[in-house]
Nanobody, 121 residues
């Protein structure tokens, strides 16, 4: 079993910054990829940013140039630096990881519990 624990959400004004962190623990051989998703009230969960074990990244168009995803492979952590926040960034943010418990295992997708980000106008 793998657990993802997020931290760093909160309330910020428009134009402000927040940094989200996520730590994975448990039986982990490798994690690829790790990422962040978000879900606003009444909307579907959407991809925010994703990063593979080589550091290749992909961002939603709505956050490009404002958000930066990073990971520490040795520590099994992923972070999301969010700058120039807008009210439309308000959502619950979820950490996501595809984990192999052992070399020969099929990857299993895990989710964190979610952390609220609220951007006031």
């Amino acid at each position: 079993q793998v657990h993802l624990v997020e931290s760093g959400g909160g309330l910020v004004q428009t134009g402000g910054s927040l940094r989200l962190s996520c730590a994975a623990s448990g039986r982990i051989f490798s994690i690829n990829p790790m990422g962040w998703y978000r879900q606003a009230p009444g909307k579907q969960r959407e991809l925010v940013a994703i990063i593979d074990s080589d550091g290749n990244t992909n961002y939603a168009d709505s956050v490009k140039g404002r958000f930066t995803i990073a990971r520490d492979n040795a520590e099994n952590t992923v972070s999301l630096q969010m700058n120039s926040l807008k009210p439309e960034d308000t959502a619950v943010y979820y950490c996501n990881a595809d984990v192999r418990g052992r070399l020969w295992d099929v990857p299993v997708t895990y989710w964190g519990q979610g952390t609220q980000v609220t951007v006031s106008s």
